[in-house]
């Protein structure tokens, strides 16, 4: 990250818990990778093993632990790099994209009835409807809307232009990115005998837990009577679809594009890779792991890995996989060996009835 | 679904064209499933079958159909409990989040010669270009974009932050879901010899015919120069994509994160599990069903049912993949059947230029 | 396209640079390919092989070059009717969806030190934040929100309801679709002991740079420490993801629904098709083609084409597919040989520990 304004390497290191190895008023003007980095930025080596490619960084200056040794330029050293770094990180990112002022921007609006917690900002053109709540310190981006009753926990994030339906309960500390949309309808239709559809109300919600995050324009449909829950501490990237009546466990992993139909029950620490996808009406157990790409279409017991199409015990997959590659060689060898029979049949002495070729 | 504010069993059961049997009094705060249900919640059961569960479930009150026998606490008799259900579901749904009043919240924008019809609402900071139309009792969410000379029909509903692009006709009775997009440039670019891409414009629209739904973050492309149709009572579930020049028959159905590539041509009461996909220039038939995950590459004939990666007609494709699957077991076989052979061969006359390992 | 007020022949021809043969007032209202134009559009020929279509076509009028011959109904005569169309299209797209007027809607809003370009135009409901700037007749839509800082380039097109998070950058001549996200978090958390998950800051930005195209719910995240780079002149089709730290060729072309997970790099040229996928940390050199559907599950070397689950060099997975197909008819010629041999052991005298069965 490029910074707007420079920062003292000596303000970074209060910023950071740490202390300054070198020119205390050194400029920092940006932070980036070891390999990104310029004169002008600070880098950071988590282990004196990151010493050979600190050295031929190009960066300005360092963020170094403790047992780092001597650096050739000017340094923070840190008790917890990682720490130190996540410190600056936030530091700075609220520097340059300051939160929304607290309070409600003159161009939202509010419904009747709704609140908004103390410390919370709304922003520009944001819809609270009637009923609403906003928890403690919660922000809403410009042009998020949050329907009747939506009731959204404290310090939660809801960014720019993302959307929540009625009835929705969204728990503390999480986030949801910009392009989100919490409790749309659920695809639900029955199917008349001349084959028309006939929409199926979508009466119940969404519930998200603490410490949840959803990616951009990920689409979690409400329950048709009762609840989706997304739970506790579940992670979901971009562009997933959780479908009506589904449970994801909590502390559950999915990166982009996971789709999941309905009324599906997903244990808890799970982990799905890219555009993986689950049928409706099955059940994962915990600690299920599901390979990019991979389709699932049935249940999977706790603590299994699943690969390939359709998803099948990993193992098993590739060693079926392998077989299907095998198969060009095992037409040549059965060629091989019919050769050889038919050599030796026509060695051996008639028999009645048993020959086919 | 939890109501904000009770309602008695009574009044639900004249909403429903039904009758009480048991307290009429009962005060209702939530509708829920047999196993969701609480001791202030109305749950139902379809028919006399459904009984044990019922008995078991901890709801206050029941909706149950003539025929279900005596109850053991406060209930709904009802007909059809299907139609009383969701009749129930739009009362109670209307009652929790009330449409937006007709007419046009101050903060939205409306363009010269733009009409909005009777009854019709448009929502905060929505945008109706100039010339377009929102016909009788349409409901325009918050945020949403209607761009120039839109048309939207009677009794549509165009949740919240959905996007409509200039020239696009929706039909009546449709439903548009949040962060939709409707009618953004097909994907056209003409390759020049030097590897750069020139963009081709795109100039058709998007026809949206009567009672179609669309889902959440759904995107149909307009066509290059005519219209890509989603015709009459089709049903596109969330994170759909449909390029440009596609058609997409009467009545078909997909699940999320269906793909279309462009200037295919789907028929009518067409099934997709999710996450399935159509290469471009193909033609599938009416009714045709494609298997969740299912990339399908080339034309499909009526009633056909494929699956699989490519897509192929199911039967053949679960064969192929079970063979796949006996390969590892096919070259076990393959080295018995070489042992005997050496035996035999070990044991027979010599014979010349025949034999080969 | 239909067009709301009609335009004559001669106006566009002179649009198209073009000259007319045949009645120069004939009234065009509207556009249309040869299958789908009426007697009141015009369609066009590429060619002169495309004579007997042009013919049979219901058109009113003809766009087509100087080397077709007599046309038996009003037409433009043009040097390259490719060119023609660009510029007819381009000028009746302008007609029926005017641009922004320049400037800001007053229902924009726009932050302290936000700076606006000559000739470019803020839509309503719009959000510019502190710091950011529009270039020179960039045009911004309805409902968009530029972060803290964003750069929007020169003659940029960011559609509506789009959002661009704080610090990204926009070249110029891009065009951003609706929907789309640039700049939300890279899906990044450290797993602590307990199965928790702790978001690591994700501090850099998105890198679009000159004409790059956008599709619709794109979803493009931000680094963690640099920049995620889409390079100049790659398209991107809608509802795509491009995991944080990803760098994305220059001229590359992708289709719609394909997710490259973090830190991959994709070389220039490449070719996507849709819902394909490629894992994290690894590198597409220049020229490779995937084929719709298939997950990239390593390194793709320069020039290569590659397909199926997963995705490998496309002869080979062609001819595996081949082989797994073949696994019923290789079982059946085994029971044969199986049966050959049977009755050759039985003929044969009599040898020790070599039969197996």
Same mark, same amino acid.
């Given at each position: 990250?490029?910074?707007?304004?420079?920062?003292?390497?000596?303000?970074?290191?209060?910023?950071?818990?740490?202390?300054?190895?070198?020119?205390?008023?050194?400029?920092?003007?940006?932070?980036?990778?070891?390999?990104?980095?310029?004169?002008?930025?600070?880098?950071?080596?988590?282990?004196?093993?990151?010493?050979?490619?600190?050295?031929?960084?190009?960066?300005?200056?360092?963020?170094?632990?403790?047992?780092?040794?001597?650096?050739?330029?000017?340094?923070?050293?840190?008790?917890?790099?990682?720490?130190?770094?996540?410190?600056?990180?936030?530091?700075?990112?609220?520097?340059?994209?300051?939160?929304?002022?607290?309070?409600?921007?003159?161009?939202?609006?509010?419904?009747?009835? =709704?609140? $908004?917690?103390? %410390?919370?900002?709304? @922003?520009?053109?944001? !819809? *609270?409807?009637? &009923? /609403?709540? #906003?928890? +403690?310190?919660?922000?809403?981006?410009?042009?998020?809307?949050?329907?009747?009753?939506?009731?959204?926990?404290?310090?939660?994030?809801?960014?720019?232009? =993302?959307? $929540?339906?009625? %009835?929705?309960?969204? @728990?503390?500390?999480? !986030? *949801?990115?910009? &392009? /989100?949309? #919490?409790? +749309?309808?659920?695809?639900?239709?029955?199917?008349?005998?001349?084959?028309?559809?006939?929409?199926?109300?979508?009466?119940?919600?969404?519930?998200?837990?603490?410490? $949840?995050?959803? %990616?951009?324009?990920?689409?979690?449909?409400?329950?048709?009577?009762?609840?989706?829950?997304?739970?506790?501490?579940?992670?979901?990237?971009?562009?997933?679809?959780?479908?009506?009546?589904?449970?994801?466990?909590?502390?559950?992993?999915?990166?982009?594009?996971?789709? $999941?139909?309905?009324?599906?029950?997903?244990?808890?620490?799970?982990?799905?890779?890219?555009?993986?996808?689950?049928?409706?009406?099955?059940?994962?157990?915990?600690?299920?792991?599901?390979?990019?790409?991979?389709?699932?279409?049935?249940?999977?017991?706790?603590?299994?890995?699943?690969?390939?199409?359709?998803?099948?015990?990993?193992?098993?997959?590739?060693?079926?996989?392998?077989?299907?590659?095998?198969?060009?060689?095992?037409?040549?060898?059965?060629?091989?060996?019919?050769?050889?029979?038919?050599?030796?049949?026509?060695?051996?002495?008639?028999?009645?009835?048993?020959?086919?070729?």
């Amino acid at each position: 990250m490029r910074l707007t304004t420079p920062i003292t390497l000596g303000e970074l290191a209060r910023v950071a818990a740490g202390t300054v190895s070198g020119e205390s008023a050194f400029e920092v003007r940006g932070i980036a990778s070891l390999e990104g980095a310029g004169a002008d930025e600070l880098t950071f080596a988590r282990s004196a093993s990151m010493r050979e490619r600190a050295t031929a960084s190009a960066a300005g200056a360092l963020l170094v632990p403790e047992d780092f040794g001597k650096t050739d330029r000017p340094a923070i050293i840190a008790p917890d790099v990682d720490l130190a770094l996540a410190l600056v990180g936030e530091y700075l990112a609220a520097r340059e994209c300051p939160p929304p002022p607290p309070g409600v921007h003159p161009s939202a609006t509010v419904g009747e009835g =709704a609140s $908004v917690g103390e %410390g919370a900002g709304v @922003g520009p053109g944001a !819809v *609270v409807e009637a &009923g /609403a709540s #906003v928890g +403690a310190r919660a922000r809403i981006g410009a042009g998020v809307y949050l329907g009747h009753g939506v009731a959204v926990g404290e310090d939660t994030l809801i960014h720019a232009n =993302a959307t $929540v339906h009625w %009835g929705c309960r969204i @728990g503390a500390r999480c !986030v *949801v990115h910009s &392009g /989100a949309v #919490v409790g +749309a309808d659920g695809f639900g239709f029955a199917r008349s005998p001349d084959g028309s559809y006939h929409k199926i109300p979508q009466l119940g919600n969404v519930v998200l837990e603490d410490d $949840v995050e959803l %990616g951009a324009c990920a689409c979690i449909d409400r329950a048709m009577l009762d609840s989706t829950v997304i739970a506790r501490g579940a992670k979901l990237d971009n562009l997933i679809h959780i479908a009506h009546n589904c449970r994801v466990g909590e502390g559950t992993a999915m990166a982009a594009q996971v789709g $999941v139909a309905g009324s599906t029950r997903i244990g808890a620490g799970c982990q799905f890779g890219g555009q993986s996808g689950v049928v409706g009406h099955v059940r994962l157990g915990d600690g299920v792991r599901v390979g990019a790409g991979s389709p699932v279409i049935k249940s999977v017991a706790d603590g299994v890995e699943v690969w390939g199409f359709p998803a099948r015990e990993k193992s098993r997959a590739l060693r079926e996989m392998a077989g299907a590659a095998r198969s060009g060689r095992l037409a040549e060898e059965i060629r091989a060996l019919r050769r050889r029979l038919k050599a030796l049949e026509a060695d051996a002495p008639p028999a009645a009835g048993t020959g086919d070729s």
